[in-house]
């Protein structure tokens, strides 16, 4: 059997490797960048970084993903990785060689990086969340689209059986979250239709109210709809012209309730509601979150619902694993702040993970 040559000793003077900032991360999922420092030896001339799935390769002047080759450089910050593509959870050796102004070689010791998860398909799991509780929650939220998408924004009440009906009534949302300066009105749509339909697919639809100019921000002040004449069908739409923007060429639609009126009895109260997207597809989180059934639950907010009004959500899953481990890597991602414990003692040394993002936008993982 072939033994791997003896390590070489590493130069003193080369020191502080990093990638992304970072001492052998693990989890990175932007394209690498290299780090030293130089401590003494003069100045650097010329560096060469060597990248292997192996250690030894680089003892040997080998490699097998990357060879800068010699570069005529003083640089020694974020110097771009350039060899083969990485793959998802890829461990990269990596060293740096330089030569100062009178040609003495250095070489450093041996560091390494961790690609993160960089494909969907890397994401079989799905979010902890209890199941949506039906208590009422913020009303409804759309997913963000781009503004020339406006027409994707709908939401449909089902009547249950053909009704007539001479009122509507919008209540807009209260929304406030950490970095955001929206509050009352949050979501309320710029121009919009409503049409009814004895069709689940819309088919032989009737108008009953459409804007014709931009409507201001209505704060928490309800929006009514009162047709000229009686209208009538089982399913009642809204659709949204121009939305609610949110950033740059995107936007949104949001509603607190949608009730619609037969004299002073709201046919809407408690019936089934569908929606072309929600804010997160799939995930119904708690008694404060956004689901389109809070559209009808009667329960109007006149001011923002949070979660400090009543319990939070606490959730927690056991996961046990039976064979042997060579070695393991958990990649979270939350919506909300967790923490990892293994056999009982708190993995890591950080806290408040994850960072506050939008969540319909961005989750970030650690």
Not at 54 to 73: F, I, K, N, P, Y
Not at 88 to 109: C, D, F, I, L, P
Not at 113 to 120: A, I, R, S, V, Y
Not at 184 to 211: H, M, W
């Amino acid at each position: 059997m072939m033994k791997s040559p003896p390590k070489k000793s590493a130069a003193a003077d080369l020191t502080h490797l990093r990638t992304e900032y970072a001492a052998n991360p693990l989890g990175i999922d932007v394209l690498p960048r290299f780090s030293w420092s130089r401590d003494g030896a003069g100045t650097q001339r010329v560096y060469r970084i060597l990248a292997a799935r192996h250690e030894d390769l680089l003892w040997r002047e080998r490699t097998d993903l990357w060879d800068s080759g010699q570069v005529e450089s003083p640089d020694t910050l974020f110097v771009p990785y350039g060899g083969k593509t990485l793959k998802s959870g890829q461990r990269v050796y990596w060293q740096v060689h330089t030569w100062n102004e009178k040609g003495r070689k250095s070489v450093s010791a041996v560091a390494w990086f961790e690609m993160g998860l960089l494909c969907k398909e890397d994401w079989p799991g799905v979010f902890m969340a209890p199941k949506y509780c039906g208590k009422g929650g913020r009303g409804y939220h759309s997913s963000v689209l781009p503004d020339d998408k406006a027409g994707e924004f709908w939401v449909q009440i089902d009547l249950g059986q053909v009704e007539s009906f001479d009122r509507i009534v919008l209540h807009p949302c209260f929304y406030r979250e950490q970095g955001e300066q929206t509050g009352p009105g949050f979501g309320f749509p710029v121009k919009f239709r409503i049409e009814t339909s004895d069709q689940a697919d819309f088919s032989g639809t009737r108008l009953v109210f459409e804007t014709s100019d931009d409507l201001a921000n209505p704060g928490l002040k309800p929006f009514e709809v009162r047709p000229l004449v009686p209208a009538k069908g089982r399913y009642v739409r809204l659709t949204v012209i121009k939305s609610f923007s949110v950033g740059k060429s995107s936007g949104l639609l949001a509603l607190d309730e949608f009730q619609i009126f037969k004299g002073s009895t709201n046919l809407a109260l408690g019936k089934g509601v569908s929606a072309a997207n929600h804010l997160v597809s799939g995930v119904q989180t708690g008694t404060y979150d956004w689901h389109e059934d809070c559209l009808t639950d009667g329960r109007i907010h006149v001011v923002e619902p949070r979660h400090s009004q009543g319990d939070g959500n606490f959730l927690r899953r056991i996961l046990r694993i039976e064979k042997s481990i060579v070695r393991a890597r958990a990649y979270i991602g939350s919506r909300g702040w967790y923490e990892l414990r293994i056999n009982q003692q708190k993995a890591g040394d950080a806290v408040l993970d994850s960072a506050w993002t939008s969540f319909d936008r961005r989750v970030l993982y650690s």
